[in-house]
């Protein structure tokens, strides 16, 4: 093998933008290698994720490793000038290994152990496990790093997924050595944690477990077991990636995030400054009646982990329905590229899919991949084609940037499992729901969003919003707080602030965070039943959370409580403070709410849209001199855009743009020659 290629000026594994998938040919024979390939290049495939399942078959029994087949892969991919994103196999471990090591299966929190069979089979803390992984990882390491086709790292997939939370005694040990390090004494942990309640006082670390069993745990144990996992899996993120560096200190390395409707398992900002290229992993749900807004929220969100970083990369999405749901949508006509290109538009620097070819059989034998079972004369290999040599065309888009929004959202992963886990006045409550809803109305009037920490430097944001942001520490509460002193607008909603990092509950009136900012305060929770609602005097209407809010706040009183016990009590309030403004929003309150109190938040804060358009989302890339306007129509009929450039996708430059229904223009801003570029 020869020496590793030189390393780009940006850590990105391809030239232009990314394209292609999970390649696991160790499904099939050899003879449909070829055809794969052929059919890659065919789709401008120019990089595939090699190896994620391959354990079993590159270590058939314990020590003994045949690398024959992956050379060879390795070597046809090259040949053809596919890069390689190499998978460590370790979310795949061997049969082998769970019989010889049943005790590394994660256990749930009644113990009970996971079953082989499935994926990431083996509990984060496990040193047995470590162990394994790493062997396997540096002999694939040592073996491939000099190998020019290999072009990026993957380490392991999805990690948390499947294996996000074990409660075993290795656990158990590795949690109080991480409370050791975290507390030092056992009485400060017994302070900060509040173990008087139910006389759960520990005289040592090693009475603490946990929180195994019933959901009626001290919140604040939940919330440090729920850190220690999100560590304890990154360790094995690092851990693996360091064994890659041994071999290439210069490689790339990258992980599959799960940034999406359905997952929170770990905390990604913290593990997003670990890796050289930050990746995503998006599937939309079925049941999301909103899939667009979900693939903008989602890229609003992932370029902002580590924006120092540049563009993300989409390493794994569908060609069409899943099948992990009980029913699972197919993609529409049209709706793979547009998808794809909605990702792009946020900053992905390319799209992937899982997987290459559908497999015949398996768990996921109806999972339909890029070459579906249908074959190529088929809707999805048809529009797999067309994307890859669209994104090929396009490739002068990467490297560019979302430029900053005005307004950011506030997102935190922490607060997120506080506000899920344990003993609430409501239970069931989604953390994605009501970001998502404030999201939607910005994302309708395509008014761009950053969604953020609140640990990120707002100093740019004149319109920050805080929805359920159950838990936030002092230093975040200022930071938001120093937004309004600045002059700008803070709009908080029920359920923020109201415990601090520890999961203690701020005393005083809700939300404690934010009371002085918010010149308002609530005393009594009124959560409501399903399907329950509350009239506010605006003719909005409160569903699932309403509160008592004191009487003659400091601040405006925009909406009322209209029925039920709480009429009369002020619901939704503004604070007008040294030339900004607070707002908080006391119930979960309907689109019609949400629609008008945006509106003004858009109308106090001159807010532009990119473009005002029902039916079109409008976002921009820039960066280099260089602009691109993005312009996905959702709807069913052709829209005309009145903006002037080059259209790429037609080629076409001019003074306006029509963008037919279901399809997706990008003009290279600033060109207007009327002309066709070949
Ligand atoms: C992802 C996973 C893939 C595949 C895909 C489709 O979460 O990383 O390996 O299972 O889902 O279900």
């Given at each position: 093998?020869?020496?590793?290629?030189p390393?780009?000026?940006?850590?990105?594994?391809?030239?232009?933008?990314?394209?292609g998938?999970?390649?696991?040919?160790?499904?099939?024979?050899?003879?449909?290698?070829?055809?794969?390939l052929?059919?890659?290049?065919?789709?401008?495939?120019?990089?595939?994720?090699?190896?994620?399942?391959?354990?079993?078959?590159?270590?058939?029994?314990?020590?003994?490793?045949?690398?024959?087949?992956?050379?060879?892969?390795?070597?046809?991919?090259?040949e053809?000038?596919i890069?390689?994103?190499?998978?460590?196999?370790?979310?795949?471990?061997?049969?082998?290994?769970?019989?010889?090591?049943?005790?590394?299966?994660?256990?749930?929190?009644?113990?009970?152990?996971?079953?082989p069979?499935?994926?990431?089979?083996?509990?984060?803390?496990?040193?047995?496990?470590?162990?394994?992984?790493?062997?396997?990882?540096?002999?694939?390491?040592?073996?491939?790093?000099?190998?020019?086709?290999?072009?990026?790292?993957?380490?392991s997939?999805?990690?948390?997924?499947?294996?996000?939370?074990?409660?075993?005694?290795?656990?158990?040990?590795?949690?109080?050595?991480?409370?050791?390090?975290?507390?030092?004494?056992?009485?400060?942990?017994?302070?900060?944690?509040?173990?008087?309640?139910?006389?759960?006082?520990?005289s040592?670390?090693?009475?603490?477990?946990?929180?195994r069993?019933?959901e009626?745990?001290?919140p604040?144990?939940?919330?440090?077991?729920d850190?220690?996992?999100?560590?304890?899996?990154?360790?094995?993120?690092?851990?693996?990636?360091?064994?890659?560096?041994?071999?290439?200190?210069?490689?790339?390395?990258?992980?599959?995030?799960?940034?999406?409707?359905?997952?929170?398992?770990?905390?990604?900002?913290?593990?997003?400054?670990?890796?050289?290229?930050?990746?995503?992993?998006?599937?939309?749900?079925?049941?999301?009646?909103?899939?667009?807004?979900?693939?903008?929220?989602?890229?609003?969100?992932?370029?902002?982990?580590?924006?120092?970083k540049?563009?993300?990369?989409?390493?794994?999405?569908?060609?069409?329905h899943?099948?992990?749901?009980?029913?699972?949508?197919?993609?529409?006509?049209?709706?793979?590229?547009r998808n794809?290109?909605?990702?792009?538009?946020?900053?992905?620097?390319?799209?992937?899919?899982?997987?290459?070819?559908?497999?015949?059989?398996?768990?996921?034998?109806?999972?339909?991949?890029?070459?579906?079972?249908?074959?190529?004369?088929?809707?999805?290999w048809?529009?797999?084609?067309?994307?890859?040599?669209?994104?090929?065309?396009?490739?002068?888009?990467?490297?560019?940037?979302?430029?900053?929004?005005?307004?950011?959202?506030?997102?935190?992963?922490?607060?997120?499992?506080?506000?899920?886990?344990?003993?609430?006045?409501?239970?069931?409550?989604?953390?994605g729901?009501?970001?998502?809803?404030?999201?939607?109305?910005?994302?309708?009037?395509?008014?761009?969003?950053?969604?953020?920490?609140?640990?990120?430097?707002?100093?740019?944001?004149?319109?920050?919003?805080?929805?359920?942001?159950?838990?936030?520490?002092?230093?975040?509460?200022?930071?938001?707080?120093s937004?309004?002193d600045?002059?700008?607008?803070?709009?908080?909603?029920?359920?923020?602030?109201?415990?601090?990092?520890?999961?203690?509950?701020?005393?005083?009136?809700?939300?404690?965070?934010?009371?002085?900012?918010?010149?308002?305060?609530?005393?009594?929770?009124?959560?409501?039943?399903?399907?329950?609602?509350?009239?506010?005097?605006t003719?909005?209407?409160?569903?699932?959370?309403?509160?008592?809010?004191?009487?003659?706040?400091?601040?405006?009183?925009?909406?009322?409580?209209?029925?039920?016990?709480?009429?009369?009590?002020?619901?939704?309030?503004?604070?007008?403070?040294?030339?900004?403004?607070?707002?908080?929003?006391?119930?979960?309150?309907?689109?019609?709410?949400?629609?008008?109190?945006?509106?003004?938040?858009?109308?106090?804060?001159?807010?532009?849209?990119i473009?005002?358009?029902?039916?079109?989302?409008?976002?921009?890339?820039?960066?280099?001199?260089?602009?691109?306007?993005?312009?996905?129509?959702?709807?069913?009929?052709?829209?005309?855009?009145?903006?002037?450039?080059?259209?790429?996708?037609?080629?076409?430059a001019?003074?306006?743009?029509?963008?037919?229904?279901?399809?997706?223009?990008?003009?290279?801003?600033?060109?207007?020659?009327g002309?066709?570029?070949?």
């Amino acid at each position: 093998m020869s020496a590793s290629s030189p390393r780009p000026a940006r850590p990105w594994p391809t030239p232009g933008l990314s394209f292609g998938g999970d390649y696991n040919p160790e499904q099939w024979p050899s003879e449909v290698w070829r055809e794969d390939l052929d059919l890659m290049v065919e789709a401008g495939v120019n990089i595939v994720t090699l190896g994620v399942f391959s354990w079993a078959t590159v270590e058939r029994r314990p020590g003994e490793f045949d690398w024959a087949a992956t050379d060879e892969i390795v070597g046809l991919l090259h040949e053809r000038g596919i890069r390689i994103d190499m998978a460590t196999p370790t979310a795949a471990p061997p049969p082998w290994l769970h019989a010889l090591h049943p005790e590394i299966l994660p256990r749930d929190r009644d113990l009970i152990p996971q079953f082989p069979g499935a994926r990431l089979g083996w509990c984060p803390s496990s040193p047995v496990f470590r162990d394994h992984s790493l062997r396997v990882t540096r002999e694939l390491a040592q073996r491939y790093a000099p190998h020019p086709a290999v072009a990026m790292w993957h380490v392991s997939n999805e990690l948390g997924g499947g294996n996000g939370r074990c409660y075993c005694e290795v656990s158990a040990a590795a949690f109080r050595d991480w409370l050791r390090r975290r507390y030092a004494s056992v009485d400060v942990l017994n302070h900060t944690w509040g173990t008087a309640f139910w006389g759960h006082i520990y005289s040592d670390f090693d009475e603490v477990n946990p929180p195994r069993g019933s959901e009626a745990q001290n919140p604040a144990l939940v919330l440090d077991f729920d850190r220690f996992s999100s560590d304890e899996l990154l360790g094995q993120l690092l851990a693996e990636r360091d064994v890659i560096r041994e071999a290439d200190p210069d490689a790339i390395v990258t992980t599959n995030f799960m940034v999406g409707p359905a997952h929170d398992v770990v905390d990604y900002p913290r593990w997003a400054a670990e890796v050289d290229v930050v990746a995503n992993d998006h599937y939309t749900l079925p049941t999301d009646p909103l899939t667009a807004q979900d693939i903008a929220f989602s890229g609003d969100r992932m370029r902002n982990l580590a924006p120092e970083k540049g563009p993300w990369l989409l390493m794994e999405h569908s060609t069409s329905h899943g099948t992990w749901h009980p029913v699972n949508r197919a993609k529409a006509p049209r709706e793979l590229i547009r998808n794809s290109l909605g990702h792009i538009a946020r900053g992905a620097d390319g799209a992937l899919f899982f997987q290459w070819r559908s497999s015949p059989s398996g768990a996921e034998q109806y999972f339909p991949g890029m070459v579906p079972h249908s074959g190529t004369d088929s809707k999805i290999w048809r529009e797999t084609v067309e994307l890859g040599q669209l994104l090929g065309r396009i490739g002068e888009i990467a490297g560019t940037t979302v430029p900053r929004a005005r307004v950011a959202l506030l997102f935190d992963d922490i607060a997120g499992w506080a506000l899920t886990r344990g003993l609430k006045p409501r239970h069931g409550l989604d953390y994605g729901r009501i970001p998502r809803a404030w999201h939607r109305a910005f994302w309708e009037r395509n008014i761009p969003v950053d969604v953020v920490g609140p640990w990120a430097d707002l100093a740019g944001y004149e319109v920050v919003v805080v929805p359920t942001l159950l838990l936030v520490s002092d230093a975040d509460a200022a930071n938001i707080a120093s937004v309004v002193d600045r002059g700008g607008c803070v709009l908080v909603t029920h359920l923020s602030g109201i415990v601090d990092e520890n999961d203690r509950v701020r005393l005083g009136g809700f939300p404690g965070a934010f009371r002085e900012l918010l010149g308002a305060s609530s005393e009594e929770f009124f959560p409501l039943r399903d399907g329950e609602t509350v009239l506010l005097d605006t003719g909005w209407l409160a569903t699932e959370w309403t509160e008592l809010m004191r009487e003659d706040p400091a601040a405006e009183v925009v909406a009322h409580y209209a029925a039920g016990p709480l009429r009369g009590r002020p619901a939704v309030t503004r604070n007008p403070r040294n030339g900004g403004s607070a707002w908080y929003v006391s119930a979960s309150i309907d689109r019609l709410g949400i629609d008008a109190v945006v509106a003004r938040l858009i109308a106090e804060n001159a807010l532009r849209p990119i473009l005002e358009s029902p039916e079109v989302e409008a976002v921009r890339r820039s960066g280099d001199g260089r602009s691109y306007l993005f312009l996905l129509n959702h709807s069913d009929r052709d829209v005309e855009v009145p903006v002037g450039g080059r259209e790429l996708v037609t080629g076409i430059a001019g003074a306006a743009v029509t963008v037919p229904a279901g399809e997706v223009r990008i003009v290279r801003e600033g060109e207007r020659t009327g002309t066709r570029e070949s």
